[in-house]
């Protein structure tokens, strides 16, 4: 790195970031931004900034990045309104245990209280949403609250920071010789937890005794790869693997004793029905909320729990725990297999043959739908269609509403690992478009899907222009049903059919995403979507189709409270 007497702060800021290997930056241009975008331009460094058109999905871009690469995405803004518009991907990160780093520039220090244009105290406006934020005021202490967000973001529980950057900061004299990282903070989870020996002995002691055990795993195991040392306990006990929707990928689902998703969203009474034969569960890297439990109904308060988790408040939070055990995923998982596999003796849980049932029945509801003709199209028949079409590695990206459940439910993934995103922490519209285009840039060599609903493409499609700028060839599927579905089918279920404010005009999507310059078709006849979803992932730039689809209201969407 080549140094000069000083570095001003924008160039510092450029430089620690060089330093703990950032290759991208998401973000948008303001005024108080100037002095570091003009150090972006002026010093040679390996950082390719990409411009988006909000800050919204600069922070979403940067999210999907991080959960491909176990890298920290990197997002920045202006002040003002740049500073409010980068909030809610910074939270769904946060609460996410996704680690992005959101620099957004302020005003100068000087000119706090005098009412200068888009002042705000950012500091205190982040200050609940991420594990570390602060204001680098002080030019000679800039490097070392960079590495303590680095630090904050990749230890423990991982996490978001937020750093405000004042123009004057920007602006003044740092030391070259502070600009330094710690490189094993350039990727996450480090600094891994190893677990406590004697509460290890004893969940495996626990588990063993157990008739009916089923581990449930959340997002906590794929941050942590230990994907590897779930299917190895899975095969030495033949026990049940279910997952949280952030847990798929932790094991394939095609794997005899993977059950797929449990709860309220992608569930299904025949996993249910497992969950409720269950008299043991260690949830593992899952914070065990509403979704998963339905509600702390499944399992029920008799259950036996032992749990494993990074971040200590989640233990013992929602259930009486017999073993909390906190610890990163695979250094725990590794050393219960361990204890399990000096113990187990003879022990044979027929968790292949529960899951294979299980399946068995899944499918069978599922392929009458699946194969319908009928119009508007089934969303079953888009996710078998999808997934005839793609292969093992490709990455699907969906939003909530009507895309998740069925994603969750029934996309069948055929490979452990990171295939599959969504944001199941706050679950705000108009996630998937710009998260998939972090993933491409993370993971360009394999195919990236987004699946969205039409309200979720009115909060996003701004950034068909970023995408097709950077000629991304990625796949867009809409599912039109001119409707904010999740909510008229909540009116639908529990409010005796009072559809009130939930509907809105039918939009030409493909029309509006081909004047941005991407290709694209619409399908109203189910007979048209598999040579249309094929042309639209063979196309070498941006794609979309535009599919007519069933209300959600009127549909068999696995979602537990619809479906009783």
Known sequence: MQQTNTLTGAEAVVRMLEAYDVRHIFGLCGDTTLPFYDALARLDHSITHLLTRDERHAGYMADGYARVTNKPGICEGPSGGGATYILPPVVEANESSIPILAITTDVATSSRGKYPLTELDQKALFSSITKFNDSLDNPVSLPAQMRAAFRAMTTGRPGAAHLALPFDTQKADVNPEDVWAEPRHQSFPSERMAPDDAAIVEAAQRLLKAKNPVMVCGGGPVIAGAMQVVQELAETLNMIIATTVSGQGVIAETHPNALGVVGTNGGLPATRAVMDRADLVLFVGCRAGSVTTERWSSPDKSTTILHIDSDPMVLGANYRTEVAICADARLALTALLAAVQAERGDIDFGGAEIARASWAQKLADFRVLAQSDQMPITPERVIQTLSNCLDDDAIVVADPGTPCPYVSGHYRWRKAGRNFITNRAHGALGYALAASMGAHIG??????????????????????????????????????????????????????????????????????????????????????????????????????????????????????????
């Open 443 to 564: 993971r360009s060599s394999v195919k990236t899907v987004n699946l969205m609903g039409d309200g979720s493409f009115g909060f996003c499609c701004g950034e068909f222009e970023t995408m097709t700028r950077y000629k991304m060839p990625i796949t867009s599927i809409v599912f039109s049903n001119a409707s904010y579905g999740w909510i008229k089918a909540g009116q639908n279920s529990g409010f005796d059919k009072r559809f009130y404010n939930v509907d809105f005009g039918r939009t030409d999507h493909a029309a509006v995403a081909a004047a941005f310059g991407v290709k694209s078709w619409r399908v109203e006849d189910p007979a048209e979507l598999e040579s249309a979803l094929k042309a639209a992932l063979a196309h070498d730039g941006p794609s979309l189709v535009d599919v007519i689809a069933q209300p959600l209201h009127l549909a068999a969407a696995p979602v537990s409270e619809w479906i009783a």
